[in-house]
C-alpha cells in the first residue's frame, strides 16, 4: 500500500444541526464550528467532514439538496464557509464536504422542470418511469419505507426515489447530469475543501430495465429493500473511475465511500493504490443483528459478534487500502449504548471500546460527542422524534403487532435521532448548545442530577458528560481520547500504529477482544477484556512497556495479567 497524507491523522464527523448554535435559534451552524476548531485541535483533529449544510428543506436533515452551491441560511452563508475552511487551513486541518448525488431535493430547479416538463431535458435527469399495467415499474421499497415510486403528477409516469419521496434519484446514464456534478464538485475542490464524504454512492447505478427487477418481497407488504438491486446494476466501476478522474485526481482530493452491499473483491477497486476512493467506511458492525423486516427483527450484538466483524474487516482489506473506522456515526445510535452490554456501561468500557477503534487499522472517524462518551437518549413518545427512518421503523412495528411501549423502546435502541442530539458543552442551560430552544432535546445527562453512568464497576462516582467537565478531569473519557490521538502521531509508535499488520490474538476466547499490530522494529499488543468479571492473560513474552491503561492497576505476576472487567491495555512487546 502506497503510503499517502491521510494516513497518519485523526478525522471527525460534525453533524451541523446538534454541533454549536451561535445565534440563538436552536439549530447548530458554521461559526460555531469556526468557534470550536480550537477543542478540535487539542483533540488532536485533522480531517473535519461536515454532514450536509446546503440549501434543504431538511425533510431528511439536508440529505435532501435543492441548490449544491449554496449555503442553506440556517446553518449559515457562503462567506461563512469559506471563514471556516480559511480558519481550519490556519490551523493545518482539512474540510470535507457531503457529497449527496444520488438524489437531490424535490426542490430543486431540476426537479422542479422536470415536473413542469415530464418529457423535456431534466426529466431526463431522473427516472421519470412509465406505469407498467398502471402500477410501479417494480416492487422496490425504498429505505425509508413504502414504495420507492412516487406518481409524477397529471401523468402516467412514475419518478424513483430510493429514499424518502422529496429525495428523486438523479440520473447517473445521463452524460450531461454527470458534467453538472462534476462541475460542481470541482467548484467546491476550487474553493478550498479537502475533499468529499460520498453519500449512499452504491446506489447511483440502478438495474436497467426496472421492470425486469422485480424482486422475492422480503415484508408482507409484497415489497423488497432497495438495497437489493445494487448487485444486478452494472457499470458503477466506470462511472467511479470517471468520478474519480474528472474530480478527486487533478485536486489531489481525499474522498471517503458510504460504502453498504459491497463484495470483498471490490476492495481492491474502490479503495487500492488507484482505488475510485482514498478510503471507504467500515459498517460491518453496524449491519450486526439487522433484518429487512424490520427493527421489530432485529437481534442484540453480542461481544463476540461486534469483535469478529471488526477482525473481518482488519482480515478482508489487510493491505489493499485504508479503511476509515467507525463506532458510530449520524445514522447509527451511540455506539457504547449499542455495543457494551446493557448494565456494562461506565467510563471504563467506553474507553475500552475506543481503543478497539483507534487501534484497530484504518483512520479513525470520530463522531461529535463520541469522545465525551455521549449516549442515547430516552424518548418518552414518538412525538419526540423528527427523523422520517424512525417513524417509518416506529410504524413497522406497530404494524407487526408491537404495543406502543415496545415500539417506542426499538425506537430508544436504534434510532438516528439518538447520535443527532445536541453536542455537549458545558453544563449551563442546554448544555451551551444554544441560547435557544435546541431543535432536538439535550441528553439530561450534561448534568451530573441527570447522569446514570458510574466511572467502573467498582468505582460507582457519577459524573456528567459534557466537555467543560470532561476537560478539567484528567480520567476522563475526553482526554483518554487525547491520549489515542496522541499515540497516533508519537514518532515512537504511529508507523506500527498506522501500518502494522493487524494479527488476532487468543481469537477463541470468548468477551476477550486482542490483537497485535506488528511494525517493521516493534510489536504492540493490544488486550481487552470485553465482560465485567476479571480474567487471567498469559501473556506472550516481555513487556517493555505499558503504552496505554485505562485502569490504574496492572497486575501481572510470572508473565499472567490480571485483568479487570473492561480493562484495555497496549503494550509495547519489543
Ligand atoms: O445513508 C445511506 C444509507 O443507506 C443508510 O443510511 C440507511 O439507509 C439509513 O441509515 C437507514 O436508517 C445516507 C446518509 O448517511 C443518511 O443520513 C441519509 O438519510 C441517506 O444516505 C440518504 O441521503
Not at 481550519?88 to 470535507?96: C, G, T, V
Not at 473483491?265 to 487500492?272: A, L, S, T, V, W
Not at 485504508?322 to 449499542?338: A, F, Q, Y
Not at 517493521?520 to 481487552?528: A, I, P, Y
Amino acid at each position: 500500500m502506497q503510503k499517502k497524507w491521510w494516513h497518519g491523522k485523526v478525522a471527525y464527523q460534525i453533524y451541523p444541526k446538534s454541533f454549536k448554535d451561535t445565534t440563538g435559534s436552536g439549530i447548530g451552524d458554521l461559526n460555531g464550528i469556526t468557534e470550536k476548531l480550537d477543542y478540535l485541535k487539542s483533540l488532536g483533529v485533522d480531517i473535519i467532514w461536515i454532514s450536509p449544510c446546503y440549501v434543504s428543506p431538511l425533510a431528511d436533515e439536508g440529505y435532501d439538496i435543492a441548490d449544491y452551491y449554496k449555503i442553506d441560511p440556517r446553518f449559515g452563508t457562503n462567506g461563512d464557509m469559506w471563514r471556516l475552511i480559511a480558519e481550519a487551513k490556519r490551523r493545518d486541518m482539512y474540510i470535507l464536504m457531503d457529497l449527496v448525488v444520488n438524489h437531490c431535493s424535490d426542490e430543486h430547479e431540476w426537479f422542479k422542470k422536470a415536473l413542469a416538463d415530464p418529457y423535456g431535458k431534466y426529466a431526463g435527469y431522473f427516472f421519470f418511469e412509465k406505469a407498467v399495467d398502471g402500477h410501479a415499474p417494480n416492487n422496490w421499497r425504498s429505505y425509508f419505507g413504502g414504495s420507492a415510486w412516487e406518481k409524477v403528477p397529471g401523468t402516467d409516469l412514475y419518478y424513483l426515489h430510493l429514499f424518502h419521496k422529496k429525495q428523486p434519484d438523479l440520473n447517473w446514464e445521463n452524460r450531461e447530469l454527470r458534467e453538472e456534478i462534476y462541475k460542481m464538485m470541482n467548484w467546491w475542490l476550487d474553493r478550498g475543501i479537502a475533499g468529499f464524504r460520498l453519500d449512499a454512492i452504491m446506489n447511483i447505478k440502478k438495474a436497467l430495465p426496472f421492470e425486469k427487477y422485480n424482486y422475492t418481497p422480503d415484508r408482507d407488504d409484497g415489497m423488497c429493500r432497495a438495497s437489493r438491486m445494487i448487485q444486478d446494476a452494472k457499470g458503477l466501476g466506470d462511472i467511479l473511475a470517471e468520478m474519480r478522474d474528472r474530480t478527486f485526481k487533478p485536486h489531489n482530493a481525499f474522498s471517503v465511500g458510504e460504502i453498504f452491499n459491497n463484495t470483498n473483491e471490490q476492495i481492491p477497486e474502490f479503495i487500492g493504490d488507484n482505488g475510485y476512493f482514498s478510503s471507504m467506511f467500515d459498517f460491518r458492525e453496524t449491519i450486526l443483528g439487522a433484518s429487512d423486516k424490520g427493527w421489530y427483527d432485529f437481534e442484540p450484538v453480542t461481544p463476540d459478534e461486534y469483535r469478529d466483524a471488526c477482525f473481518t474487516t482488519q482480515r478482508v482489506v489487510d493491505d489493499q487500502g485504508m479503511v476509515s473506522t467507525i463506532i458510530e456515526n449520524h445514522d447509527e445510535p451511540r455506539g457504547v449504548s449499542r455495543y457494551i452490554p446493557e448494565g456494562d456501561l461506565t467510563d471504563r468500557s467506553k474507553k475500552f471500546l475506543a481503543v478497539m477503534q483507534f487501534m484497530q487499522k484504518g483512520l479513525p472517524f470520530i463522531y461529535q460527542g463520541q469522545e465525551i462518551g455521549m449516549e442515547n437518549v430516552v424518548f418518552h413518545s414518538i412525538d419526540e422524534v423528527d427523523d422520517i427512518s424512525t417513524i417509518d421503523e416506529y410504524k413497522v412495528a406497530k404494524e407487526a403487532g408491537l404495543s406502543d411501549e415496545a415500539a417506542l423502546k426499538l425506537v430508544n435502541t436504534y434510532s438516528r435521532d439518538n447520535a443527532r442530539t445536541p453536542m455537549q458543552w458545558d453544563d449551563s442551560e442546554n448544555a451551551g448548545f444554544t441560547t435557544g430552544t435546541p431543535w432536538l432535546h439535550v441528553n439530561p445527562n450534561y448534568r451530573r442530577e441527570g447522569a446514570k453512568t458510574p466511572v467502573s464497576a467498582d468505582d460507582p462516582e457519577i459524573r456528567p458528560v459534557n466537555v467543560a467537565a470532561e476537560n478539567r478531569d484528567p480520567d476522563s473519557v475526553l482526554n483518554w481520547y487525547r491520549k489515542l490521538t496522541n499515540l497516533r502521531k508519537n514518532s515512537d509508535y504511529s508507523d506500527t500504529v498506522v501500518y502494522g499488520e493487524f494479527v488476532p490474538f487468543m481469537e477463541d476466547q470468548s468477551n476477550f477482544m486482542a490483537f497485535y499490530r506488528k511494525g517493521e522494529k516493534q510489536t504492540l499488543l493490544v488486550l481487552g477484556n470485553y465482560r465485567n468479571e476479571k480474567r487471567e492473560v498469559k501473556l506472550p513474552g516481555k513487556v517493555r512497556r505499558v503504552v496505554l491503561n485505562n485502569c490504574e492497576d496492572f497486575s501481572m505476576k510470572d508473565g499472567v495479567l490480571t485483568m479487570d472487567g473492561y480493562q484495555a491495555v497496549v503494550l509495547d512487546m519489543g
